[in-house]
């Protein structure tokens, strides 16, 4: 049985959409927080039961039977998140361990690095580690940044017509709907043992780039407008955001300068058969969906 954890969240639902296309519902669990939003899924015939990062047992109970589990990593919401976080899927490996499963697949980030400047990537890269300690199987996902990141940092410019933010660095913008496909295919064929190349878009872009084509895309001017990192912080302040979150977009932008986030690769492309959605096509997509 192929296992799916966090599949009421964005991507791991995805992913499930992408492997019921490829393998019988019976062969295809959940591992949930909560079930009731995943009763779609049991009426098509996948397995629904509860589990948690945080309860050992539940999350055995949700292994049982697994020859693959797929990690979706816990999101995390600055540096004081990353040991419960760094626990949270320590639990999960050893869990998957103990359950007799042969293969741990986890959703890392092309930026994983110990020394970055951005909370999630020191994150990734603890829990690398830990699953290379494991002695287990394992396949940790190099995915590149998700564009629907993207399409939040647009929004609000979007209506204002203006992004204003720090200096900033391209990064590969990867669509969420690609990634999952790409992710299907290397659990139900068994591809691509440790750690994968990265699975990017097939373009970086900074945020200038971004507002080029949002100008083009909704055909009036959307302004880049650069604002030292005192100027960011005082901004979200007022807005009253809160520092933990402001040290995370902060770190966020420092990260893509120094190119954490621009590395590209044709492996997504090679997984899926196809180019990857640019982001205009992400962008387009999300405009029509809003306006649907």
Request: glycine share 10%; net charge negative.
């Amino acid at each position: 049985m192929l296992i799916v954890t966090g599949a009421n969240g964005k991507l791991g639902r995805a992913v499930v959409e992408q492997l019921l296309k490829r393998v019988p519902a019976e062969e295809i669990g959940v591992s949930v927080r909560d079930p009731n939003q995943a009763q779609e899924l049991r009426e098509r015939g996948v397995r629904v039961r509860r589990g948690d990062y945080d309860d050992a047992e539940r999350l055995h109970h949700a292994f049982e039977g697994a020859s693959q589990v797929l990690i979706v990593s816990s999101g995390i919401m600055g540096e004081a998140d990353i040991p419960h976080g760094i626990q949270q899927h320590q639990t999960a490996i050893d869990t998957a361990k103990r359950a007799g499963v042969t293969r741990v697949l986890y959703t890392s980030h092309i930026g994983s690095s110990p020394t970055s400047h951005f909370a999630p990537m020191i994150h990734h890269a603890a829990t690398e580690k830990l699953l290379k300690a494991s002695g287990m199987a394992f396949t940790s996902l190099r995915n590149g940044y998700y564009a629907a990141s993207a399409l939040l940092l647009i929004g609000g410019a979007i209506k204002t017509g203006e992004l204003i933010a720090p200096e900033d660095g391209p990064v590969a913008w990867t669509a969420h709907s690609d990634l999952a496909e790409a992710v299907a295919a290397i659990i139900s064929e068994q591809k691509l043992d440790g750690i994968t190349p990265n699975l990017t878009g097939s373009e970086a872009i900074d945020m200038e780039g971004i507002t080029t084509i949002a100008s083009e895309v909704l055909g009036r001017t959307i302004r880049r407008i650069v604002v030292s990192d005192e100027e960011f912080r005082d901004r979200m302040k007022a807005q009253g955001v809160l520092e933990a979150s402001i040290n995370m977009r902060m770190g966020m932008f420092l990260a893509s300068r120094q190119g954490d986030f621009a590395q590209v690769d044709p492996a997504l492309a090679d997984l899926i058969g196809r180019p990857p959605k640019s982001f205009r096509e992400v962008l387009k997509e999300s405009i029509s969906q809003q306006q649907g």
